[in-house]
């Protein structure tokens, strides 16, 4: 679902954000930057279009788009050099909300049902000029679209919903999918217009850029400037606290300590404090913000960085004299650049014998595969005689992956068998030849596990 609001576009063109199709004047070499620029300011969303030109160049923008989408919390709708089903997966692996195809291009409106089909409709937009689609193609597309974006600005201001039907071209069927509308008029006023149409789910263009170019980057400027013109933004709802700073027991120094951990991975990954302006905005604004003690002022985690802790849930524990904070963490948690602050190594026990109680675990299963794959480095750089992945090493790549092939073989012969025990060896031996190829090709399970919460989303 859109959130209804602004939607900055950025067009990408050879690792810069230019200004236009036509415009090829560079606006920002840090196209990921002025996303968060934007973010800053209060946008809703961004609109990004790859005009790269070749298959390096369009990997490059790939590249780009999923540094973008790891970097920000907005939604992120993608579009541009999209001609088949690849090229949507890529948007949407690169962390895309939304694909947007261009619907100007049969072949794309006949894509449309695959990509549906295949990464669910809330997953796929569609993109033209009013006039670029026959009449009655609509109601074709219209089951396998979740939002239209208009690229012709508009050259009046709709002011009510039964104006949907003409931004359309008077397609009915088109009117029934929200649309996102862009304008070349940066006065909040015609903005504002626009955004109170019942069907307008989001307004984007070079005005809404300009808007935000002309308030300086200012989210309470541009925030006013639209509730002063009539539209009032539709506020994400959050769960009200359940406690009042008085409710807590605060330090001598009458700050509460707060234990950071991240929620995909469960890594704690910084303590910092609050005193009660600190812990009242991050309550009200869902980032993280703390107290220095050295400063004797309070921080945006972030703010400077651009490495914000997004918060996710806020626990107190049993004595209300510590806080959990589980966040979504971006960039780097640590000033030094790591993304924990606890990476120095006091002492580490390991177990002579792991205990039966540990192995029907299940809870565990990340923290396994963690073990086994630091074994598997450990056995790499410190070889041992006689140790079968140290002959997988010495042999290379080539040995590896005739390994993983036959494992692979083995558990499709072990999922016709009756019973399930052959299945869970022949899955464990896999997994165990996986983490060898991992490791000869530097990739760990964190990369993994990064990959798939993009998928999630």
Known sequence: MIKKGIYPCIWLLRGNAVRGFEDDTVLSGDPAALVRQYEEAGADGVLLFDLSKGDDEHEAAIGLIRQI????MITVIGAG???RMEDVKKLIYAGCDLAALNLSKKSNRLLAREVCERFGKERIAGCCTRAGIPAGEWEKLSPWLSARILLDPLAGEPDSGDASSALCGGDAAGAEIPLIVCTADASTGAIAEQLKNRNVAAVTGTGVNRLFEEDGMSAEAVRSSLREAGFAA???????????????????DGLLPVVVQE??????LMVAYMNEEAYNRTVATGRMTYYSRSRRSLWVKGETSGHFQYVRSLRADCDMDT????VVQIGAACHTGSHSCFFNKVQEIPESRPSRMRARETTGTADVLRQD?????????NPKEGSYTNYLFDKGIDKMLKKLGEENTEIVIAAK?????????????????????MAQKGVDWDD???ELIRRQK
Request: proline residues 4%.
């Open 373 to 381: 794959y630091q074994t598997i480095l450990d056995r790499r750089d």
């Open 81 to 83: 050099n999209i001609r």
């Open 234 to 252: 539709e506020e994400e709802q959050k769960t009200p606290p359940a406690f009042v700073w008085s409710d807590f027991k605060k330090g001598a």
């Open 323 to 326: 806080l959990l904070a589980r």
């Open 263 to 268: 929620e995909s991975t469960d890594q704690v």
């Open 448 to 450: 993994i596990t990064r």
């Open 417 to 437: 068998n009756p019973g399930e025990n052959e299945i869970i060896y022949e899955i464990a031996d896999y997994l165990y030849h996986l983490e060898v190829v």
């Open 69 to 72: 989408c790891e970097n920000s």
